[in-house]
């Protein structure tokens, strides 16, 4: 009887207890994870190849002959008082490092630093027949040449950005190697006088661009040199950009060759023109 008792108390008590339970609270779900969305800024160090199209706009040179206490072209033989050279077409390449700072990630200003080098081997060589020393004479020959070898840029950069697309202003230092040359020849073919220039010289640059950066999921990641040598990058952008460079002017001493001419002329060469750049960039520290 006594065990009958205790099996039907057993019994009430798990009910009872499972009741109880079914009554409480069910725990909660733990909550979702949160993962931000990454937004792009353009803050970081860059570099990367670019191509770029030079050409140049009439670029004057002009000549005036020295005596002693006289300047007077007739005394030394007539040459062209003003001239003028042009280029166009020379595609070149070169390459870029800079750092950019954008001030809200996202969309915003972003200023930032760049320097470029493109070799450019601009060449430009010129034939002027000038008129002769004497009336129905033959003419005097004169040959310019011009070249500018290579291209550096030293710029600012201001501009704003719309996520991934950012435009911008640059200006700043311009530099390169110039190298000027005249070479006058008397009517019946001599060389006469001559005078040149090699040298570095620096000067200005101002333009504008528009960069564009890759989704990181884009097909054009798949040709990223970069990949496959193991360069680390955030993004890859892709840029278009226009430059005026000014380089200045420069006086030229065309000296008389000896036993040949006497006295010398002075030709100022001016080298200036306009510099197209297309390319890629690899940015680091990008999200």
Known sequence: MMKKLLLASAATALVTTAASAADLPRRAAPPPVFTPVPVFTWTGFYAGLESAYTFTDRERITTVGVLPGNANNVAL????????????????????????????????????????????????????????????????????????????????????????????????????????????????????????????????????????????????????IGRYLGIKYDAITVKAEYLHYDLGSQSVLVGAIAGVGNGSYISRFRTEGSIVRAGFNYKFGGF
């Not at 750092?99 to 972003?110: A, D, K, L, R």
């Not at 081997?121 to 008129?131: A, C, F, P, S």
């Not at 291209?151 to 950012?166: E, I, K, M, N, S």
């Open 77 to 224: 033989g007539r040459r062209p008082l003003l001239t003028s050279t042009s280029q166009d077409g020379i595609a070149n390449v070169g390459g870029t490092a800079g750092y950019n700072y954008q001030f809200t990630p996202g969309s915003g200003i972003v200023v930032g630093i760049a320097n470029s080098i493109d070799w450019t081997d601009i060449t430009k060589n010129r034939v002027v027949l000038g008129t002769g020393n004497v009336a129905g004479g033959a003419p005097n020959i004169s040959q310019f040449r011009q070249s500018l070898d290579w291209l550096g840029t030293l710029t600012g950069r201001v501009g704003y950005a719309f996520d991934r697309v950012l435009v911008y202003g640059m200006g700043g230092l311009a530099y390169g190697n110039v190298f000027h040359d005249a070479n006058f020849y008397t009517p019946g073919g001599r060389l006469q006088f001559a005078g040149r220039y090699d040298d570095f010289k620096t000067g200005f640059a101002y333009g504008g661009g528009i960069e564009f950066a890759l989704p990181t999921d884009s097909f054009l990641n798949t040709f990223a």
